[in-house]
């Protein structure tokens, strides 16, 4: 690593952050998101100009004239100013003995230009010869919900959690934050961190893999600066802990943008795909997939099978359940002849069919023993059921409650899985339905996907990884 890493452990555990140029044209926007450290540490703000200081202080930040007047250690320095002025504040930083800056301040190699480089090339030279942490340019910096650091006003704060998130953009930074709290998945640590002049990929992996407090790591990448060193971490942190990667610029055009967005060369995706299975990463083509594995990681108990137990769909649907998990690696096999000696003693076949995948026509009173059945069956590893959601004022909205208390009972006296699949033929009609038995399900500690599709991707690439896992365990 390029720098010391107890300064880097001071710069994103913050208790005292310092805003370098925030100002109104942005509405404040770094002041209004960070006022949450004031819970658990000291914010405070660095503006010279005289224009911008009745806003500063209408939001009772303290604001100084210039670093050197800031109370205390500093540990975590924004900075918002022109390109120009960049370096100026670099060398403050430095004079200060801070332990870590995020320069927001974008316009640097990224576009290509001579100027664009050289001062890009002054940050560097100055960060490395001092040893100061920094995060980027062109980037959001640092989203600690426990310490209150954050890049929007509106993004949570107030917890930690067992997730850290790294990546080269900003705005996949802001929306996998967001996505990925609404999904149940509890972010501790996000890094945008843009250019990456003294800290890139291999760094962060190298931190996180370390770091107790992260027990999953997901990153966006759009580049390597070393992709050897970066393989290299990659095989030691997938050992000790599941390691999502999202690749952006897989394609020829995706790769060219990458290079104008923050001055990476995106590589070969072959190259990059094969490297990724030999190290046992785990990877995702999207936001809501890299979302959707995470959500699988941290909600449902470590599984290797690939056996299915599908309930609850007709019988068109069932089919469609089963092609799904089938496209993504997984089976829905038949029951074990104990099994379906059992249900054949009262299952009903009217309209309904119980070999796997169970069309449960007119079976619905009867969820606790047929999933007490798929839970001792051999062949099955999880189990799946499907739920159609219902807005408040359908009168059949009580209908869910039933099924999702026996499912609730099931999974808690259960070592396999259980998930839901939300089914329903108008989603954007029904996405406040679907969103609020989703949230009722995370709460109960059980995963939910919107489609057969996500749900199949996600714990097919969830069960392989930790396949890989037992593999490379018993191999040592």
């Known amino acids: 690593m390029r720098v010391d890493r107890e300064r880097l452990d001071r710069a994103l555990n913050p ?8 100002a109104k044209a942005r509405n404040n926007r770094w002041l209004r998101s960070n006022k949450t450290v004031e819970a658990s540490g000291n914010l405070y703000s660095v503006q010279v100009d005289p224009n911008e200081l009745p806003e500063i ?3 009772g930040v303290e604001n100084f004239s210039s670093l050197a007047d800031v109370p205390g250690d500093i540990d975590y320095v924004l900075v918002a100013v022109p390109r120009n002025v960049a370096p100026l504040i670099m060398r403050h930083c430095i004079e200060r003995e801070v332990a870590g800056a995020a320069f927001f301040t974008s316009g640097f190699a990224e576009t290509d230009t001579d100027e664009g480089r050289e001062l890009q090339a002054t940050l560097k030279t100055a960060a490395e010869e001092s040893g100061l942490v920094v995060i980027g340019p062109n980037c959001m910096g640092l989203y600690n919900p426990a310490a209150g650091v954050r890049f929007g006003p509106s993004q949570p704060a107030g917890f930690d959690g067992p997730v850290s998130f790294v990546s080269q953009s900003g705005a996949h930074a802001m929306d996998f934050i967001m996505g990925a709290h ?15 002049i003294t800290l890139e990929n291999a760094d962060y992996l190298e931190y996180f893999a370390g770091d107790p407090g992260t027990e999953f790591l997901t990153m966006y990448v759009e580049g390597l600066q070393d992709g050897r060193r970066f393989f290299d971490e990659l095989r030691k942190a997938t050992r000790v802990k599941p390691v999502v990667l999202w690749k952006g610029g897989r394609s020829s055009d995706g790769s060219r943008a990458t290079r104008s967005h923050t001055a990476s060369l995106a590589g070969s995706t072959e190259v990059w795909n094969a490297l990724c299975r030999q190290a046992g990463a785990i990877q995702a083509d999207s936001l809501t997939e890299a979302v959707d594995i995470l959500k699988t990681l941290t909600l449902v108990p470590p599984f290797t099978g690939t056996g299915v137990g599908v309930m609850g769909g007709s019988g068109g649907q069932s089919v469609s359940m089963t092609d799904a998990f089938g496209d993504h690696g997984l089976a829905v096999p038949e029951l074990t002849e104990p099994s379906l000696a059992q249900l054949g003693e009262w299952f009903s076949l009217v309209g309904a069919s119980f070999r796997n995948p169970i069309d449960m026509g007119t079976n619905r009173t009867e969820l606790e023993q047929i999933l007490g059945i798929l839970d001792q069956d051999e062949n099955i590893d999880v189990i799946s059921m499907q739920l159609r ?43 406040e339905a679907m969103h609020d038995l989703d949230q009722e399900l995370q709460a109960l500690g059980i995963a939910a996907y919107p489609s057969y599709d996500r749900a199949a991707r996600a714990l097919s690439k969830v069960s392989a990884y930790y396949r890989w896992r037992a593999e490379v365990d018993a191999g040592e």
Not at 184 to 192: C, D, P, Q
């Open 182 to 196: 609404d999904a149940g998945v509890r972010i501790g640590k996000a890094v945008s961190f843009g250019n990456g």
């Open 57 to 59: 202080e209408a939001l």
């Open 389 to 431: 959601p219902r807005p408040k004022d359908d009168p059949e909205r009580e209908q869910l409650d039933e099924p999702v208390a026996a499912l609730a009972a099931a999974n808690a006296r259960s070592s396999k899985p259980h998930i839901v699949l939300l089914h329903s033929p108008t989603p954007m009609a029904h996405g």
């Open 15 to 22: 208790k005292t952050v310092v805003v370098v140029g925030d």
